[in-house]
């Protein structure tokens, strides 16, 4: 288990777990690359700048003197910081609200900032563990999405979920352990959870879990052919 002071005493969790069950894992998203690839702030501060750039312009184009080009952009810029900071701050209460859980037999998500609510996951509902790495190298501190498929009869609501959720998926809604610290290291442990967890109690047709040693090229196999790296 790794431990997170943030976390002790099984901080996350709706109740005491029973004797039989364990915690493997417990964090939380990264606010920092939250905040890029769920609000994409980067793009955001990009398009802020060009439309600064033509503020400026068109202003100064205009005839306006020095000082009332200086205004158009300074208000320019407060309206554009501010829209950020709120993403920033938004980032950051997910991470402080924000708790993935991973036992021996599920996966627990506490979820929502203003309405905390625990989302349960058996593992027998989990039929796919995917990862996106958010850098292009091999670095195992680098942080990640997890989307998990679920079995059809699993019904999670986009709107509540997200966003905790692999984009795009409003059909069928894939839960997602969104920028996760050392993602690949806690993709193995819960895939691993999982394939320990059916060879217990097999399930044959439901469950197919990703081992951890074909972890790499089942995260290869998803980022191009089932996400194409898109991020949302």
Request: charged share 15%.
């Amino acid at each position: 288990m790794t431990e997170h002071d943030h976390y002790e005493d099984e901080a996350g969790l709706p109740e005491p777990l029973p004797e039989d069950e364990q915690v493997l894992w417990q964090g939380a998203p990264a606010w920092r690359p939250f905040a890029v690839t769920a609000f994409h702030v980067r793009k955001l501060l990009i398009y802020f700048s060009v439309l600064l750039l033509l503020r400026v312009w068109m202003v100064a184009n205009a005839g306006a003197s020095l000082a009332e080009v200086g205004l158009a952009a300074s208000w320019f810029v407060l309206l554009a910081a501010t829209a950020i900071g709120i993403l920033l701050l938004m980032a950051w209460l997910i991470e402080r609200t924000t708790v993935y859980t991973i036992t021996n037999k599920r996966l627990l998500m506490r979820i929502g900032v203003a309405l905390p609510m625990t989302i349960n996951l058996p593992f027998s509902k989990i039929t796919r563990v995917d990862l996106r790495l958010h850098a292009d190298h091999d670095d195992a501190a680098v942080s990640g999405d997890i989307p998990l498929a679920l079995a059809e009869s699993e019904k999670l609501s986009y709107v509540v979920m997200w966003p905790h959720t692999k984009p795009w998926t409003f059909a069928q809604t894939q839960a997602m352990l969104r920028a996760v610290p050392e993602a690949r290291q806690v993709a193995e442990i819960l895939a691993s959870a999982i394939a320990e967890a059916n060879q217990a109690r097999p399930q044959p047709g439901r469950v197919q879990a990703m081992p951890p040693s074909q972890a790499a090229a089942v995260e290869g196999d998803w980022q191009m052919n089932q996400w194409s790296g898109a991020s949302s």
